[in-house]
């Protein structure tokens, strides 16, 4: 009984997933989310969209989007109406973050405050008994710093593009804002020189 207690059984893509590192990474996967709020004890993640870049290049193809079901009643006031009336079909936590991590593994992650996409990807993760996220990170608004030789302003996506002088979507939904980080990303690693 004792040692079920400390051998815990993980489902087979966290296994799969932790198993990766094991190897290098070879490609970045760029995240955007959708939350509600800014609370990462209290809020949740409704929609996460994810697009790959390899070899510099966005690949479209390898890219999802995924709207999260929370069926459990909530501390927070949903009345944002995509969430309370949307046809979109939803997927549990559970499915979503399954999604995820076998789209992950063990790739660089990107992202716009990733600090904060991982502390509520991670706040999932707990609530189903996983592990923490082992990926490396880069954060736009962070490299947008170094090359602006500033230190720790904030910077909006729409004026990351107006100075590095690219256009950006319409910013519609969180894979049209995934796409734009990802743009945003190329453009930032190749002034920084990161290979």
Known sequence: MLSKLFHKEYPEYWKKYTESFKSPATKFVVISMETSGLDTEKDVIMSIAATSIVENRIILKDSFEIYIKHTTPLDISLD??????????KVSEEVAIETLIEYLGNSIFIGHRIDFDIEMLNQMLSRLKLGKLKNEAYDIEAMF????DTNEKK????????????????????????YSIAILFLKLKSKLGIK
């Open 145 to 148: 710093n170094k090359l602006s």
């Open 80 to 89: 944002n109406e995509f969430i309370t009336v949307s046809k979109v079909e």
């Open 155 to 178: 910077y909006a996506m729409e004026e990351m593009s107006k100075f590095l002088n690219i256009s950006i979507s319409e910013r519609n939904s969180v894979a049209d804002d995934a």
